[in-house]
Nanobody, 117 residues
Framework: QVQLVESGGGLVQPGGSLRLSCAASGIPFRIYTMGWYRQAPEKERELVATITSAYSRNYADSVKGRFTISRDNTKNTVYLQMNSLNPEDTAVYYC???????????WGQGTQVTVSS
């Protein structure tokens, strides 16, 4: 059974930081492209950042220079370090695991991030 379990969300003031974690089980983690997506109220889910099995990273323009995605294959975990948060970053953040070779696609349950004073 595949599980992606996010943690680390919460309430933070503008300018603050949070670190999200996503622990994966049931998949050969090292071969998967891991990603973070987010969905704000009444908006479409959007890409935040991805990291491939070769550690190639991709970021949405809105988070470049503020967010950093990383992975630890020994812990089957992907991280999203979020700095200089602003209210526009408020959303439910979802972890994604994607295997390009077989088109397998899995999602976590999401973790809420709220940026507010």
């Amino acid at each position: 059974q595949v599980q992606l379990v996010e943690s680390g969300g919460g309430l933070v003031q503008p300018g603050g930081s949070l670190r999200l974690s996503c622990a994966a089980s049931g998949i050969p983690f090292r071969i998967y492209t891991m990603g973070w997506y987010r969905q704000a109220p009444e908006k479409e889910r959007e890409l935040v950042a991805t990291i491939t099995s070769a550690y190639s990273r991709n970021y949405a323009d809105s988070v470049k220079g503020r967010f950093t995605i990383s992975r630890d294959n020994t812990k089957n975990t992907v991280y999203l370090q979020m700095n200089s948060l602003n209210p526009e970053d408020t959303a439910v953040y979802y972890c994604n695991a994607y295997a390009p070779a077989v088109a397998y696609d899995y999602w976590g349950q999401g973790t809420q991030v709220t940026v507010s004073s």
